[in-house]
């Protein structure tokens, strides 16, 4: 795998990182570049010596890419109170790499699999009108299990807050200032720049739930604005993108 380049130690990190209710330790390793064998994984005992390794999970095959129903690129992840994990496919891969060629397009979708079998529950893929396959990063999720709905944020382009209703299977996205990156924005570290110098340059990433349920935060990669809004009017798909800023509530800088 060194050698024909589907592993390169280097392009592999850690993004998400979750803990399931028997204990078991689940993390993802984002397709953000070539060379990721498992993009969705178990930490395991080492069985050649002292530590942990990753195990691809369930199986191999639901991480191989290019495979019809295998996972391609599992950036986050949600436990809810049944054990099922929700996990994020962003569909696109490659697209850090600095070879354009190697991008590959595809749907973004949500799995929802059984932690302890690994068996897939059920499967939603995001409409071509909701998320653009050419130009979508699906990033992080939370959920309001007492509604059934699943909140995430796009993090390329302009961004995006995207509501997905698991009783009806719909799901819509906005796109408003709130959403989007402050350009002039920079954390310095040394003498490297994380937003004009090219990498951090991400719009809404972060994302968090109230406990009731009824207020969505966000915030950018690029930026240190801190923003909420009501989900009630995220249940609302006829609401227009104008609509979503004017009830979007800016609560200051982190």
């Known amino acids: 795998y060194v050698a024909n380049g589907q592993f390169d130690v280097y392009n592999n990190v850690i993004s998400g990182i979750r803990v399931s209710r028997t204990g078991d330790i689940f993390v993802t390793v984002p397709r953000w570049k070539q060379g990721i064998p498992s993009s969705f994984c ?6 050649n010596g002292p530590g942990f ?5 369930p199986n191999w095959e639901f991480n191989q890419l290019n495979r019809t129903g295998s996972l391609q690129f599992g950036q986050a992840m949600w436990i809810d109170s049944s054990n099922n994990m929700w996990i994020i496919d962003v569909g696109r891969v490659n697209f850090f790499d600095s070879n354009p060629s190697s ?5 973004p979708m949500i ?21 653009p396959y050419n130009n979508s990063f699906l990033n992080d999720i939370v959920l309001d299990e007492g509604s059934g709905w699943a ?10 807050i995207l509501a997905y209703d698991n009783n009806t299977r719909r799901s819509h996205m ?8 402050n350009a002039s924005f920079d954390v310095c570290v040394d003498a490297y720049c994380y937003g004009t110098d090219g990498i951090g340059t991400a719009p809404a990433d972060g994302i968090a739930l109230s406990s009731d349920g009824q207020v969505l935060y966000w915030c950018p990669i690029q930026g240190e604005g801190l ?8 249940h609302d798909f006829d609401m227009s993108n104008e609509e979503f800023e004017d009830k979007t509530v800016y609560l200051g800088c982190l």
């Open 53 to 57: 390794v990753l195990d691809p999970w």
């Open 227 to 234: 923003y909420a809004i009501n989900t009630t009017y995220l």
């Open 103 to 107: 991008v590959v397009n595809g749907a």
């Open 111 to 131: 799995y929802i699999l059984d932690t302890v079998s690994g068996a897939v529950q059920s499967t939603y893929t995001f409409p071509n009108s909701v998320l």
């Open 42 to 47: 178990k930490l395991v005992s080492n069985p």
């Open 174 to 181: 906005w796109v408003s200032a709130s959403t989007g990156r």
């Open 151 to 160: 909140y995430l944020t796009n993090s390329i382009a302009a961004g995006g």
